[in-house]
């Protein structure tokens, strides 16, 4: 069984990401952004939730999550989450050009091991006003959509993730499976 620490921004929804691990039967717990990491060696894995900061302007208040980096432990970024692990790799968010809510089409530009299973498209369920505008030197694209460039991300410095749609939540088609795909990386 795996242990995922989801670290949560005080968004709606960690709750959900917490319940979407247990649900495919591994254990996950949900600790404040603003407390500091806990020992590693009691998590194999990490999530990113989101929340209703805004990034750029508020990432004086997350640089610590920097912590997790070090862990080199799979790591995935949801919504906020995704945009702070790309702020913390040297790329760029700032607002939509076309924010995103509700049902959206994602196309999956390389069915990596998160997305494995969910190409060449899935409907995923958005909620953002800020996204990543530029990605990470040490990063690739791996899924847009219409109006978002960078909608999943796969990091090169270690087995990170991000995505900027919600796989928690029950609209997304095929969300369970990203939790799945990404457990399967927290047990290699």
Known sequence: MVKVLVVAFG??????????????????ALRPYNLPPPDEGEFDCVVFGGGPLTM??????????????R?????????????????????????????????VTIFVD????I????????????SHNEEVLRE?????VIAHSENTRVQALKYYNGPYYGVQFHPEVQHTEKGSLVFQNFVELCKR
């Open 71 to 103: 862990w080199k432990k799979p790591l995935l970024g949801i919504c906020l989450g995704h945009q702070v692990l790309a702020l913390l790799n040297g790329g760029e968010v700032g607002p939509s050009p076309k924010p995103e809510y509700g049902d």
């Open 56 to 69: 750029p302007k508020d990432f004086d208040k997350v640089k610590g999550l920097e912590a997790y980096l």
């Open 136 to 140: 990470p030197p040490n990063s690739k």
């Open 11 to 28: 968004g709606q929804y960690n709750h959900l990401i917490k319940r979407s691990i247990e649900r495919i039967g591994h254990e996950a």
């Open 110 to 113: 390389d069915e990596d091991d």
């Open 115 to 126: 997305l494995r299973g969910l190409a060449p498209s899935f409907r995923a369920w958005e």
